[in-house]
C-alpha cells in the first residue's frame, strides 16, 4: 500500500495530484499498520546495514557506516514503523507545499529515501 501511495504521488507530481486519492491510502496504511499491530521498532543488524548500502550502491569502504546509513533512510533505525510512516507522510506535505508554492526547503528525497527504505526492509 505505501508503494502504491507514493506511485501515486510520483507518477503525477507534474499533471496534478488527487488530494483525496492519497488520504485514502494514507486512512488505510494507518489502519492496516494499527490493524496488523505492525507498530514495532525497525530493527536493522549490521549485517542488514551493509546489505542496504550495498543495495543503492555505496562503495564497499562505506557500507559499515552507521551515519551514511541514517542519511539515507532518514533515520529510520530503532524507530518506530508508525513514526517512520507518519515522518514520511509530514515530509511530503512539507515538500508539496514548497514544490506548489515554488519555494525551497524539503527536496523530494526525504520521500523517496525513507520510502526505497521501507521497500528494501519488508523485501528482506
Sequence with gaps: ???QWFDEIDQNLNIGLNMDKLGNYEKNIDEYIKDKKLDKRIRCSKT???KYLREIGIKKECQDDYQLFNKYTR?????????YWTRIKANFYKFHANYTNGT????FADVEMPIKFLKFYWRV
Design 1 to 3: 500500500m505505501i508503494k
Design 48 to 50: 542488514f546495514i551493509k
Design 75 to 83: 533515520n529510520a533505525k530503532d524507530d518506530y514503523l508508525d513514526g
Design 104 to 107: 525551497t526547503g524539503i527536496n
